[in-house]
């Protein structure tokens, strides 16, 4: 099974600061790789795969990037509603799904 | 676009068994070459994917549960459904129902099971 890790763990971040979060895979995943935000009390929502196509809807300040066993989600400017815990998940060698531990971002 | 809801009892006793159904509303589960999945978070925690069936039939679960769950589908109901034996504490989770295979764009909003006496 592949381990996804994330760093950091928590990160506090102004409104208006570009933010960089990142994943590493315990092995090579090519760019099967993909981001979900999600929210106190809800469902995880997909933002990105492949690993920087952004899903309907997501605007365009998200973005990602990397291969092989680093990746990068990039937010350019965080918006006020963009304060919530990021996966990554990996898809290479699945079943099963893996996802990273998550990264909090919480208001500085 | 398709609408997911899962349902079941909030509380199961130690040793039973925790069974969820997720209703599919939009969309036909009959529908060919979607994955229905079940996805769970431990309070506080990750995501942990359980398993999945696909065109009605084929099923894959997590190596770490396979010995304990099922996961089923009724397409008169449009529905399809997670069976977990033998459950602890370690599987209060909030449970999430959702479509997708390598990547999950649609999930229902998720339950809460605890599992205490």
């Known amino acids: 099974e592949i381990v996804m890790t994330q760093s950091p763990a928590t990160l506090s971040v102004s409104p208006g600061e570009r933010v960089t979060l990142s994943c590493r895979a315990s092995?090579?995943?090519?760019?099967?790789l993909a981001w979900y935000q999600q929210k106190p009390g809800q469902a995880p929502r997909l933002l990105i795969y492949?690993?920087?196509t952004r899903a309907t809807g997501i605007p365009a300040r998200f973005s990602g990037s990397g291969s092989g066993t680093e990746f990068t989600l990039t937010i350019s400017s965080l918006q006020s509603e963009d304060f919530a815990v990021y996966y990554c998940?990996?898809?290479?060698?699945?079943?099963?799904?893996?996802f990273g531990g998550g990264t909090k971002v919480e208001i500085k | 676009q398709v609408q997911l809801q899962e349902s079941g009892p909030g509380l199961v006793k130690p040793s039973q068994t925790l069974s969820l159904t997720c209703t599919v509303s939009?969309?036909?589960?009959?529908?060919?070459?979607?994955?229905w999945t079940w996805i769970r978070q431990h309070p506080g925690k990750g995501l942990e994917w359980i398993g999945y069936?696909?065109?009605?039939?084929?099923?894959y679960y997590n190596p770490s549960l396979e010995s304990r769950v099922t996961i089923s589908v009724d397409t008169s109901k449009n529905q399809f459904s997670l069976r977990l034996i033998s459950v602890t504490a370690a599987d209060t989770a909030v449970y999430y129902c959702?479509?997708?295979?390598?990547?999950?764009?649609?999930w229902g909003q998720g339950t809460l099971v605890t599992v205490s006496s």
């Open positions: 939009r969309g036909s589960i009959n529908s060919g070459g979607y994955y």
């Open positions: 998940q990996q898809y290479h060698d699945w079943p099963p799904l893996t």
């Open positions: 492949g690993p920087s």
């Open positions: 959702a479509r997708g295979g390598t990547t999950v764009a649609y």
């Open positions: 069936i696909y065109n009605s039939g084929s099923t």
């Open positions: 092995q090579y995943i090519s760019s099967n």
